[in-house]
């Protein structure tokens, strides 16, 4: 591929530095969006360039990219907290609904073709006794949920190429260990410093666990061909939390204890995407196995 100019937001979180890094390793020029409330400027690696900005506010969003041209825009950046949205529900709709329109502007603005929104299968489904397809109901149970659902149509009808991807619970190097990480993140830091795990009910609650890299590579497909519309990036497995600490007992011994605590409101108990559509249309297949995601994340994270 030629390379490209793209604009990354968020690319100083989780999810969007490795994307980042990804566009970099190909040669394309990157300019992360980022206010740096959950992200590290660690996490921006050279070439790639950081500009410190609120993409909540349009006129500052304007003036970060004022000039410049952009071949694409990979938009990562969001409020992520799903306890954390029913409290501030109105910032998290100013950042994930009216940042995202101001992300379309932005990209419209500087001449971009195409964009490539991250939006959630873990969070926008509900309950999953099979694993979802895109054109099932949705049910999102959190304002987190539900506003990234809202977004997702403001990406459709920007009068650009719009894929979005609805990712299942990601996991990897560089996720953080706070209260509302994901629980891998949450597990390997108590295996580390030889704390118990904490388990929210009976253990059985399940999840699609997908490795970071994997969606690295599904951006970076959907930047390449001419997808448009919303595919799921997930494995398609579910996999309870016993059956994780299993695995990841496998990799890293014996937890240092396992302590259980009352399930919490509202969680759901079985999530899960069907990635097929994606696999079908050539877009992307999941790659490496949950197993294998552990080993790497264990030994980089
Ligand atoms: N981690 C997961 O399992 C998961 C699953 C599905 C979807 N997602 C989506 O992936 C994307 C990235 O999430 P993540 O897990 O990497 O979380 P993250 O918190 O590490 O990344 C979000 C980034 O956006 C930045 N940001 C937040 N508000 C901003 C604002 N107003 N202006 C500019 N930057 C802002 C943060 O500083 C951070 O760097 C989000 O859109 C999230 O909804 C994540």
Same mark, same amino acid.
């Given at each position: 591929m030629t390379p490209r100019r793209v604009l990354v937001t968020g690319g100083a979180g989780f999810i969007g530095s490795h994307v980042a890094d990804e566009l970099v390793a190909r040669g394309d020029g990157v300019v992360v969006l980022d206010d740096l409330s959950t992200g590290d400027p660690a996490n921006v690696h050279a070439p790639a360039e950081l500009r410190i900005v609120d993409i909540s506010d349009a006129r500052a969003l304007g003036r970060a990219v004022e000039g410049e041209r952009f071949d694409a825009v990979v938009h990562c950046a969001a409020k992520t907290k799903v306890v954390q949205s029913f409290e501030q529900t109105a910032r998290y709709r100013e950042?994930?609904? $009216?940042?995202?329109?101001?992300?379309? $502007?932005?990209?419209?603005?500087?001449?971009?073709? $195409?964009?490539?929104?991250?939006?959630?299968?873990?969070?926008?489904?509900?309950?999953? #006794?099979?694993?979802?397809?895109?054109?099932?109901?949705?049910? #999102? #149970?959190?304002?987190?949920?539900?506003?990234?659902?809202?977004?997702?149509?403001?990406?459709?009808?920007?009068?650009?190429?719009?894929?979005?991807?609805?990712?299942?619970?990601?996991?990897?190097?560089?996720q953080r260990q706070d209260l509302e990480g994901g629980v891998i993140a949450i597990f390997l830091g108590a295996w580390r410093r030889g704390d118990a795990l904490t388990v929210y009910g009976d253990g059985k609650a399940e999840r699609d666990y997908l490795y970071v890299g994997d969606v690295a590579?599904?951006?970076?497909?959907?930047? $390449?061909?001419?997808? @448009?519309?919303?595919?799921?990036?997930? @494995?398609?497995?579910? @996999?309870?939390?016993?059956?994780?600490?299993?695995?990841?007992?496998?990799?890293?011994?014996?937890?240092?204890?396992?302590?259980?605590? #009352?399930?919490?409101p509202g969680e759901i108990q079985r999530s899960c995407v069907d990635p097929s559509k994606a696999a079908r249309e050539g877009l992307w297949r999941p790659r490496t196995t949950l197993r294998a995601g552990l080993e790497r994340t264990a030994k980089l994270a």
């Amino acid at each position: 591929m030629t390379p490209r100019r793209v604009l990354v937001t968020g690319g100083a979180g989780f999810i969007g530095s490795h994307v980042a890094d990804e566009l970099v390793a190909r040669g394309d020029g990157v300019v992360v969006l980022d206010d740096l409330s959950t992200g590290d400027p660690a996490n921006v690696h050279a070439p790639a360039e950081l500009r410190i900005v609120d993409i909540s506010d349009a006129r500052a969003l304007g003036r970060a990219v004022e000039g410049e041209r952009f071949d694409a825009v990979v938009h990562c950046a969001a409020k992520t907290k799903v306890v954390q949205s029913f409290e501030q529900t109105a910032r998290y709709r100013e950042v994930i609904v $009216d940042g995202t329109r101001n992300v379309l $502007d932005a990209a419209l603005a500087t001449g971009a073709h $195409d964009v490539v929104n991250i939006s959630t299968g873990g969070a926008i489904y509900g309950e999953t #006794p099979q694993c979802a397809s895109e054109d099932g109901e949705l049910h #999102p #149970p959190s304002p987190y949920g539900q506003l990234k659902a809202e977004a997702e149509p403001l990406v459709q009808r920007a009068g650009l190429r719009g894929v979005t991807l609805r990712l299942a619970n990601v996991y990897g190097p560089r996720q953080r260990q706070d209260l509302e990480g994901g629980v891998i993140a949450i597990f390997l830091g108590a295996w580390r410093r030889g704390d118990a795990l904490t388990v929210y009910g009976d253990g059985k609650a399940e999840r699609d666990y997908l490795y970071v890299g994997d969606v690295a590579e599904a951006v970076c497909a959907a930047l $390449d061909g001419s997808f @448009t519309g919303v595919y799921n990036i997930g @494995t398609g497995v579910a @996999t309870s939390v016993n059956a994780l600490i299993d695995m990841m007992s496998a990799v890293l011994g014996a937890p240092h204890g396992v302590h259980h605590a #009352p399930e919490r409101p509202g969680e759901i108990q079985r999530s899960c995407v069907d990635p097929s559509k994606a696999a079908r249309e050539g877009l992307w297949r999941p790659r490496t196995t949950l197993r294998a995601g552990l080993e790497r994340t264990a030994k980089l994270a």
